[in-house]
């Protein structure tokens, strides 16, 4: 972890000749303005455009995203003249604590593979829900919430993003008690508390030649010392005996000590950590609410206490359907909330009424008809076996009637071709009907597939609904913006 708040990014900019930031698609506009405002002047490129590279030279400061490949022909200019190369997630860091933005909300920064919306979205309505104003920054939205949930203008959690949102928060005097940042493919650095909400279902990046959680791990030494870190057991689970952290696919160290963690780090999912959930599951045919709990042990709070105890709680059964998708993002927010002092009778209030979050994975009804809907951006293929086959073991349902497809192509991690094939012929069994939204799913005549195409989520939902009975459950699964 970095010591206090640093801004040695900036220290020695002044006696380059050049300084360019890569990727206009991913906040090099946001940075360029941020450092003019430091007079600091620099280019910003569009590095998918094509055209003629920059005359860079060894006198060139670069300013890189992480997910951008050395094969690109602009980053590749620069490593090849040995340009100084910085992270989109430092520079962002270091303009954030020099502007001094949000210096009286506790800033709570989240990355991770999976759950980070879901986490954030969890955490923000236990702290409203506790008294608290909120400024919340998510790929589920930008809200500012006081009474109610203010939307602002959406925008991507590319990290630069961060400071448009900042600035916005300022420009609105909206002076939150906390500030919720999801971020993507790591921390920049300027959170008090840090959620690393997963390390599961890895992906690759930078043109696939690294993997997302290495570039999440490394990205843990660039937080405050003094700040507090939230992190499945996970993370731990390949320690070698020099008590290093390894990457997650190839081994290398990272050069991160256990003992520089140890004093801030709040551990989730398995009895030996900070916090972990158990319950006691009812069947379906008892009627029954199930009793869970939320065990916590020497969890860290922000003022240097440690806390143990634990919190009793009896939510609908739905939650039990739910819990595979939200048993990471609920931990850490739970752990996160009880880090931040919020009172037990706040969390547990929450937690008996969870019932899934909108435009994430949720439990509604509408006309009638009960719908699981899993329809967004981060749908994946993964988890639709696992949906199914619970909710046909349910045995309350008649019919399940499955929605599925791609409304859009250019969502990162799309669905493709192939996987939807494979997935949707394991999944044959646990359905009665099948509606196709978009046209990534070329299904041809020899999967047996008996199924209606629609073009958009809307009109297969109409469709869908208009097909239901009473007592059928609609799966709605469609990778979508929302």
């Avoid at 206090?4 to 890569?22: C, D, P």
């Avoid at 069947?283 to 199930?290: I, V």
């Amino acid at each position: 972890m970095s010591g206090g708040q640093k801004t040695s990014t900036f220290n020695h900019l002044g006696n380059f000749r050049e300084v360019y930031v890569l990727d206009t698609i991913h906040g090099a506009g946001e940075l360029k303005r941020g450092l003019g405002e430091l007079g600091i002047d620099c280019e910003a490129i569009d590095v998918y455009r094509g055209g003629d590279l920059p005359k860079f030279s060894n006198e060139a400061v670069v300013i890189a995203p992480v997910h951008l490949g050395s094969g690109n022909p602009f980053l590749k200019g620069a490593l090849e003249e040995r340009c100084k190369i910085l992270s989109h997630h430092l520079v962002v860091r270091d303009l954030f604590n020099l502007k001094n933005f949000l210096k009286g909300s506790v800033k709570i920064e989240i990355t991770g593979t999976i759950g980070k919306t879901s986490a954030a979205v969890v955490l923000a309505s236990i702290l409203k829900r506790d008294g608290k104003s909120v400024l919340l920054h998510s790929s589920s939205g930008t809200y500012q919430i006081d009474e109610r949930w203010k939307a602002m203008e959406k925008c991507s959690i590319t990290p630069a993003n961060i400071l448009f949102v900042a600035e916005k928060a300022l420009k609105d005097e909206f002076t939150p008690d906390f500030a919720i940042f999801e971020t993507s493919l790591g921390f920049t650095g300027m959170g008090d508390v840090n959620i690393l909400t997963s390390l599961k279902e890895d992906y690759m990046i930078a043109s696939n030649t690294r993997w997302a959680s290495e570039v999440k791990l490394d990205s843990i030494k660039n937080l405050k010392s003094n700040s507090l870190l939230v992190a499945p057991s996970e993370l731990f689970r390949r320690l070698k005996a020099k008590n290093l952290i390894p990457s997650s696919k190839n081994r290398r160290f990272l050069g991160l000590q256990i003992k520089d963690l140890q004093s801030s780090l709040n551990t989730f999912g398995g009895q030996e950590d900070s916090l972990y959930m158990v319950c006691e599951e009812s069947t379906a045919a008892s009627g029954k609410n199930s009793g869970m709990s939320m065990v916590y042990d020497d969890l860290k709070t922000i003022d240097g206490e440690k806390i143990s105890g634990k919190i009793d709680f009896c939510p609908e059964d739905i939650f039990f359907f739910l819990k595979d998708f939200y048993g990471y993002p609920i931990s850490s927010s739970v752990a996160t909330a009880l880090s931040l002092n919020v009172e037990e009778d706040k969390i547990k209030k929450f937690l008996d009424g969870f019932s899934g979050i909108e435009n994430r994975m949720e439990f509604r009804k509408e006309k009638g008809i009960d719908i699981l809907d899993n329809s967004n951006s981060g749908t994946r293929l993964t988890h639709l076996e696992n949906v199914l086959s619970f909710a046909r073991s349910d045995r309350k349902y008649k019919r399940i009637l499955l929605v599925a497809g791609e409304e859009s192509e250019y969502i990162c991690d799309g669905f493709s071709p192939l996987d939807a094939k494979t997935v949707l012929s394991r999944c044959k069994r646990y359905f009665d009907g099948l509606v196709c939204v978009g046209n990534g799913y070329h299904l041809d005549q020899g999967n047996n597939f008996d199924c209606v195409r629609k073009k958009t989520l809307d009109d297969a939902m109409e469709y869908t609904l208009s097909m239901a009975e009473k007592g059928d459950l609609i799966v709605s699964f469609v990778k979508t913006w929302r």
